[in-house]
């Protein structure tokens, strides 16, 4: 038998209160608020931001991935950024994917990501 039932509904409807007021916490995402993205030469890549709330996290998308069915070693710098801006909303869903498996501050996209 319990002895004290009004603290065992107490204790739960805080539980419920604190359930409730958690799951209205808005979850962070990863946003890419800066549009600024450069080739990066070492890497043969694009580079751009992402935030995740006060968190940057660099990623990378290598030429081979922008590439249209051509090498994506020998496509120019003009040509990458050109192709990155063409698939800016694909690119970026495939790094939220890539950041919700695995929460790092840097990620490489390569052209296995982007099938």
Aim: include cysteine.
């Amino acid at each position: 038998m319990n002895t004290h039932p009004a603290r065992t509904r107490a204790q739960r409807a805080a539980a419920l209160l604190f359930d409730a007021c958690r799951s209205r916490e808005p979850a962070m995402t990863l946003n890419f608020p800066n549009p600024t993205r450069s080739f990066d030469e070492m890497r043969n890549a694009v580079c751009f931001v992402g935030h995740d709330g006060i968190f940057e996290i660099r990623f990378f998308v290598e030429a081979g991935a922008l590439a249209d069915g051509a090498d994506g070693s020998r496509m120019s710098e003009a040509k990458c950024l050109s192709a990155f801006d063409r698939l800016r909303g694909s690119i970026h869903d495939v790094a939220r994917e890539a950041y919700s498996n695995n929460h790092f501050n840097s990620y490489t996209l390569s052209a296995a990501d982007f099938r």
